[in-house]
């Protein structure tokens, strides 16, 4: 906003709009072009005291219950807590053909687009056996 304006125009709200969202996506470090992760270069997620079970555990059951399909849940979850790595790698093509680096953000919106999906019979549910 200008030093001599009482109000903001029209451009000093959308500037202030716009470096709000930029940010929000640097926050995380996820949209930073210097996270070379992100960007093809590797890197492990494994550390000393490499431990996610026991935050997952302490959420697990409010989770479940918002699920759609609870069993589907907890047998995803409980794989995939065990080698969040190994999902960033199968994510990581479809991340990158969007152009977006954080896989928490991303798995959010693949959720949420996928619960309205459902709810109007676009996608369903379907057998994984053959």
Same mark, same amino acid.
């Given at each position: 906003?200008? &030093?001599?304006?009482?109000?903001? &125009?029209?451009?000093?709200?959308?500037?202030?709009?716009?470096?709000?969202?930029?940010?929000?996506?640097? /926050?995380?470090?996820?949209?930073?072009?210097?996270?070379? &992760?992100?960007?093809?270069?590797?890197?492990?997620? /494994?550390?000393?005291?490499?431990? +996610? =079970?026991?935050?997952?555990?302490?959420?697990?059951?409010? &989770?479940?219950?918002? =699920?759609?399909?609870?069993?589907?849940?907890?047998?995803?979850?409980?794989?995939?807590?065990?080698?969040?790595?190994?999902?960033?790698?199968? +994510?990581?093509?479809?991340?990158?053909?969007?152009?977006?680096?954080?896989?928490?953000?991303?798995? #959010? =919106?693949?959720?949420?687009?996928? /619960?309205?999906?459902?709810?109007?019979?676009?996608?369903?549910?379907? #057998?994984?056996?053959?």
């Amino acid at each position: 906003m200008s &030093s001599n304006r009482k109000y903001w &125009s029209r451009d000093d709200v959308k500037n202030w709009i716009y470096e709000f969202k930029k940010n929000e996506l640097l /926050e995380c470090g996820c949209e930073d072009p210097e996270n070379d &992760s992100l960007y093809g270069e590797e890197e492990s997620y /494994e550390s000393p005291g490499y431990d +996610l =079970a026991a935050p997952y555990e302490l959420g697990k059951a409010r &989770s479940m219950q918002n =699920a759609r399909c609870p069993e589907t849940y907890e047998k995803t979850a409980d794989v995939m807590i065990k080698i969040p790595e190994e999902v960033i790698e199968m +994510l990581k093509p479809l991340m990158q053909k969007f152009n977006v680096g954080c896989p928490s953000s991303f798995a #959010k =919106a693949m959720s949420d687009v996928m /619960e309205i999906a459902m709810d109007y019979d676009v996608v369903q549910p379907f #057998k994984t056996e053959e």
